[in-house]
T-cell receptor, first 113, second 111 residues
Framework: GENVEQHPSTLSVQEGDSAVIKCTYS??????FPWYKQELGKRPQLIID?????GEKKDQRIAVTLNKTAKHFSLHITETQPEDSAVYFC????????????FGKGTKLSVKP | DADVTQTPRNRITKTGKRIMLECSQT?????MYWYRQDPGLGLQLIYY???????NKGEISDGYSVSRQAQAKFSLSLESAIPNQTALYFC??????????FGQGTRLTVV
């Protein structure tokens, strides 16, 4: 099956600093790479995603980069704010019709004011 | 997001009891998923379904079963609940190569 590794498991930064979370996967056929944010007591929600035909995508303070050759993609958050504190998950679809959606174990990001 | 609805939201049950968690969606998506979330272990896939005739096991299907009663409904059953099945359960829906939409979650406690 697919192996999805996410690092680090915890990350603490000062407000205004940048944060980077990395996800590696094993199935070279995967072609869609999302990142989810889960605030305390809430459901996961998509914050950004990227498809395999591009190497980078930005949305204001967040960006995702993809290296298909090395089979990893990363979430970048710049100018972090306290409201960015949450658990972040990467996910990778694989298998027949890319139906199996496997999540990384999550990164707990803490942004200190 | 009221488009994916889980019932119940909270449930306490005794060891050995059968329990069913229900999920319904109004998004018209073909794919539906059940995940289990434990602290530090992320979201583990239990079962997923492409349509009413297509059910697939995920990473941790032992002790669980599912039923896709209709395009919009996907139920998760614990035939004989045990304490280590205490967790937060999420239903999700999506179409191919797009984002997954999650329900509000069901917090299950087995005593």
């Amino acid at each position: 099956g697919e192996n999805v590794e996410q690092h680090p498991s915890t990350l603490s930064v000062q407000e205004g600093d940048s944060a980077v979370i990395k996800c590696t996967y094993s199935d070279s056929a995967s072609n869609y790479f999302p990142w989810y944010k889960q605030e305390l007591g809430k459901r996961p929600q998509l914050i950004i995603d990227i498809r395999s035909n591009v190497g980078e995508k930005k949305d204001q303070r967040i960006a995702v980069t993809l290296n298909k050759t090395a089979k990893h993609f990363s979430l970048h958050i710049t100018e972090t704010q306290p409201e960015d504190s949450a658990v972040y998950f990467c996910a990778v679809p694989y298998g027949g019709s890319q139906g199996n959606l496997i999540f990384g174990k999550g990164t707990k990001l803490s942004v200190k004011p | 997001d009221a488009d994916v609805t889980q019932t119940p939201r909270n449930r306490i049950t005794k060891t050995g009891k059968r329990i069913m968690l229900e999920c319904s969606q109004t998004k018209g998506h073909d794919r539906m998923y059940w995940y289990r979330q434990d602290p530090g272990l992320g979201l583990q896939l239990i079962y997923y379904s492409f349509d009413v005739k297509d059910i697939n096991k995920g990473e941790i299907s032992d002790g669980y079963s599912v039923s896709r009663q209709a395009q919009a409904k996907f139920s998760l059953s614990l035939e004989s609940a045990i304490p280590n099945q205490t967790a937060l359960y999420f239903c999700a829906t999506r179409v191919m190569n797009t984002e997954a939409f999650f329900g509000q979650g069901t917090r299950l406690t087995v005593v």
